[in-house]
């Protein structure tokens, strides 16, 4: 069983920045495939940022050039940095775990886009 406790979340002003940090349970968090997912009220869960074990990424096209997902292997830890945040970023952010097929949720963290 993997854990996943997202923080980082908060309020911040358009054109603002913040971080999303994901601390992970588990020894093996190296070999796990991490991801940031995102869903708004009324939307579809969406993927918005993706790393593999091996250090690959890819981002939707909404976010790219603005978020950057990171891991730290050695504090079990995946990040999500946002630039040049949209009033339309606003959603619930979620962190995702996938390992052998099997995929993990943390509870989730908002973030809220406005002036």
């Known amino acids: 069983q993997v854990q996943l406790v997202e923080s980082g979340g908060g309020l911040v002003q358009p054109g603002g920045s913040l971080r999303l940090s994901c601390a992970a349970s588990?020894?093996?968090?190296?070999?796990?495939?991490m991801g940031w997912y995102r869903q708004a009220p009324g939307k579809q869960r969406e993927l918005v940022a993706a790393?593999?074990?091996?250090?690959?990424?890819n981002y939707a096209d909404s976010v790219k050039g603005r978020f950057t997902i990171s891991r730290d292997n050695a504090k079990k830890t995946v990040y999500l940095q946002m630039h040049s945040l949209k009033p339309e970023d606003t959603a619930v952010y979620y962190c995702?775990?996938?390992?052998?097929?099997?995929?993990?949720w943390g509870q989730g963290t908002q973030v809220t886009v406005s002036s």
């Open positions: 588990g020894s093996i968090f190296r070999l796990y495939a």
């Open positions: 995702n775990a996938d390992w052998v097929g099997l995929a993990y």
């Open positions: 790393i593999t074990s091996g250090g690959s990424t």
